[in-house]
């Protein structure tokens, strides 16, 4: 069967012109026009950083209106002295913007966790490999020797890392200013997405069958993505690298790859890097 579904090409488009429009900048600075030092200033680099993010989530990116407001604000500031009087309320506005974005992603993973446990439930109910005398257990994951709930979130320095196992049959990761540790079970699998931006995820894939070709959409901005997969898979990589790193760490068989599981990693890494491992 394949499950190949055409992803949607939006961020790879707004990127390119992005890239398109510093080249021609540079281009015309080399040729002697003038072209003013803010347009390659650090907070540009911000505002371009929101503006692909929110393109690329169709304008339901958190992440990037947050880059676009900085990177608006800093210019402002700083090429034409504008403050708005905001400048001693601008960490403390800051903070309660990630306070209610941290609350709101919660109750995000909360939902999901509870279609899992549903998804779960109803698969144990209709399949025969299970005797009927089972008890209906939600996912589990196995840390360090415990039984845990199927995600589990810890707090180090800060920095958020939520490690669990999924049965879900399409994958999706965003791991933004923390850490996402992700265990697939799915014997349907159907790809999905991930999302690293200022920050990581770790995604097992070794527990996971499927058969013809899925695709696995990669964005990555100042993170980094470390998937472990079967070695004999066959994985192609159609990501663009701008200033980072993609290393394929694989150990492979003698009988080389099964052209029957297809994996397609698409996307985009900024300053991030994605390391693909096998066992």
């Known amino acids: 069967m394949n499950n190949y579904t055409k992803p949607r090409n939006d961020g790879n488009i707004a990127f390119g012109f992005i890239i398109l429009g510093i080249g021609v900048i540079l281009l015309l600075r080399k040729i ?8 390659l200033s650090w907070p540009m680099i911000l505002i ?12 339901k990116s958190f992440f990037g209106f947050i880059m676009l407001f900085i990177g608006t604000y800093f210019l402002l500031k700083r090429e034409f002295d504008f403050d708005f009087g905001i400048g ?3 960490w403390p506005i800051g ?23 549903k998804n779960w439930e109803s698969q144990r109910k209709t399949t025969s490999s299970f ?3 089972s008890k209906l257990e939600d996912a589990k994951i196995v840390e360090e020797g415990e039984t845990k709930s199927s995600f589990h979130s810890s707090d180090s ?3 958020t890392r939520t490690t669990g196992t999924s049965f879900a049959d399409r ?5 933004i200013f923390s850490g996402v540790n992700r265990k697939m079970m ?16 770790d995604l097992d894939l070794t527990q996971v069958d499927f058969e013809g070709v899925v695709t696995i959409q990669v964005d990555i901005i100042f993170g980094g993505v470390k998937m472990i997969v079967p070695p004999h898979w066959d994985i192609r990589t159609e990501v663009t690298n701008i200033a980072a790193g993609l290393e394929d760490k694989r150990f492979f068989r003698d009988g080389g790859v099964d052209p029957s599981k297809v994996v397609v990693l698409k996307g985009t890494i900024l300053f991030g890097g994605l390391e693909i491992k096998s066992f």
């Not at 002697?32 to 347009?39: K, Q």
């Not at 371009?48 to 304008?59: D, L, V």
């Open 32 to 39: 002697g026009l003038f072209i003013p030092d803010w347009v």
């Open 48 to 59: 371009a950083i929101g503006t692909f993010s929110i393109i690329k989530h169709e304008f």
């Open 88 to 90: 001693q309320y601008i």
């Open 95 to 117: 903070l309660i913007i990630l306070g209610i974005y941290l609350i709101t992603q919660k109750n995000r993973e909360n939902k999901v966790l509870e279609d899992i446990r």
């Open 131 to 133: 005797s009927s005398g």
């Open 157 to 159: 320095a800060g920095f």
């Open 171 to 175: 994958l999706n990761i965003d791991a």
């Open 186 to 201: 799915s014997k349907n699998f159907q790809g999905g997405k991930i999302t690293a931006a200022f920050g990581g995820a």
